[in-house]
């Protein structure tokens, strides 16, 4: 029974992809219903992608984590992209919500929850971060307090291995 309750929180926490995927060539509305290329938010560093809508709290939670590490590293090439999947008729809630809390990452819409069922999403929050090739490095299921900090580790592997080498 210990062995299915382990296996279960592996799954559903975190979780890492050995085979090589990318993100799809997709263009999505950022909240002022302009349509926005993906990939023009990897090229030149890490990019992590996290999946919400306004019912979920632990969302919610995590964004307020997350926007902490766009502003700390934004400046060395990361980007980070909140991907809200409620129906249109929320986004005046959205935008509103968005605003009162002065993030500093872009936000785009995803009704159909399109990409985030393409990239294996089924339970929120969902994050995904991508290299500078758009390539998949990890996948993370749920928010518990201090995931932000794994999180982090990733997005601080990814930007070091971007960085020119200064050994001679």
Same mark, same amino acid.
């Given at each position: 029974m210990k062995t299915i309750y382990w296996t279960a929180l592996l799954i559903l926490f975190t979780? %890492?992809?050995?085979?090589?995927?990318?993100?799809?060539?997709? !263009?999505?509305?950022? *909240? %002022?219903?302009?349509?926005?290329?993906?990939?023009?938010?990897? !090229?030149?560093?890490? *990019?992590?992608l996290n999946f919400w809508n306004l019912a979920c709290e632990p969302c919610k939670k995590e964004m307020k984590e997350l926007d902490k590490?766009?502003?700390?590293?934004?400046?060395?090439g990361f980007k980070y992209v909140s991907i809200n999947i409620d129906t249109p008729r929320q986004m005046s809630k959205v935008k509103s919500y968005i605003n009162s809390q002065k993030f500093s990452f872009t936000v785009l819409s995803d009704p159909r929850a399109e990409l985030f069922r393409k990239m294996g999403g089924k339970v929120m929050p969902f994050v995904i971060i991508a290299d500078s090739t758009g390539e998949i490095t990890n996948r993370h299921v749920g928010y518990n307090p201090g995931d932000e900090k794994e999180l982090e580790k990733e997005i601080l592997h990814l930007l070091m291995g971007q960085q020119p080498s200064t050994d001679s």
């Open positions: 979780y %890492n992809w050995a085979g090589t995927q990318h993100l799809p060539k997709m !263009k999505l509305k950022d *909240l %002022n219903n302009k349509r926005q290329e993906l990939s023009q938010y990897y !090229k030149g560093g890490p *990019l992590l590490l766009n502003i700390r590293y934004n400046d060395q």
